[in-house]
């Protein structure tokens, strides 16, 4: 069964930095293309990154560009988002997602149950 | 505002039959497949249709998916009382390069 376990959310003020792990089992994690989706409080569903299945690909919306930064550990199945210079707008539950095609036409069957990040 | 266009609500009685739409451009929709996912209140969500008219196993096909030029479709029938929740269609946008999401559509069963 495939499982995804987001960590590391809380509460962080403005400017501040928080890294979320999603421990991955139940699939191949090193083939694997993932991505992080996030949801604001009352709002629809926005992609924020993705890494390629090796990690040499990582790709980010525009609202996080230059501010989040995507990895992986391929040894440890474990899915990273490094989130800095924290904005209430980043206020948000936040997905991760096996990506069932990676880069040019991504698609998530297996979500994480999510996790909370506020900043206030 | 989304790349990917959604009316944000619909309502059907059961039994009924409901149809949302999608619009999109030519960098979305009009050249890539369309998925569609449905989240009940307080969970995560859930992939209901896969390239434009596939459903996951264990998906009823109650649902169905389709896409035409640069808008796409999901058709519920037989609507039943659990169906209630948010519909979300994506896609791959070559412009934004990057999956993207409509707004999203409320759908209450009366």
């Known amino acids: 069964e495939v499982q995804l376990l987001e960590s590391g959310g809380g509460l962080v003020p403005p400017g501040g930095s928080l890294r979320l792990s999603c421990a991955a089992s139940?699939?191949?994690?090193?083939?694997?293309?993932l991505s992080w989706v996030r949801q604001a409080p009352g709002k629809g569903l926005e992609w924020v990154s993705g890494?390629?299945?090796?990690?040499?690909?990582?790709y980010y919306a525009d609202s996080v560009k230059g501010r989040f930064t995507v990895s992986r550990d391929n040894s440890n199945n474990t899915l990273f988002l490094q989130m800095n210079s924290l904005t209430v707008d980043d206020t948000a539950v936040y997905y991760c997602?096996?990506?069932?095609?990676?880069?040019?036409?991504?698609?998530?069957?297996?979500w994480g149950q999510g996790i909370l990040v506020s900043v206030s | 505002q989304s790349v990917l266009t959604q009316p944000p609500s619909a309502s059907g009685t059961p039994g009924q039959r409901v149809t949302f739409s999608c619009s999109g451009s030519?960098?979305?929709?009009?050249?890539?497949?369309v998925y569609w996912y449905q989240q009940l209140p307080g969970t995560a969500p859930k992939l209901l249709i896969y390239r434009n008219n596939q459903r996951p196993s264990g998906v009823p096909d109650r649902f169905s998916g389709s896409k035409s030029g640069t808008s796409a479709s999901l058709a519920i029938s037989g609507l039943r009382s659990e169906d209630e929740a948010d519909y979300y269609c994506?896609?791959?946008?070559?412009?934004?390069?990057?999956?993207?999401f409509g707004g999203g559509i409320k759908l209450t069963v009366l």
């Open positions: 890494i390629s299945a090796a990690g040499g690909r990582t």
């Open positions: 994506a896609t791959w946008d070559d412009r934004l390069r990057g999956p993207v």
């Open positions: 139940g699939f191949t994690f090193s083939v694997s293309a």
């Open positions: 997602a096996k990506d069932e095609a990676g880069y040019g036409n991504s698609w998530f069957l297996y």
């Open positions: 030519t960098s979305n929709i009009g050249s890539k497949s």
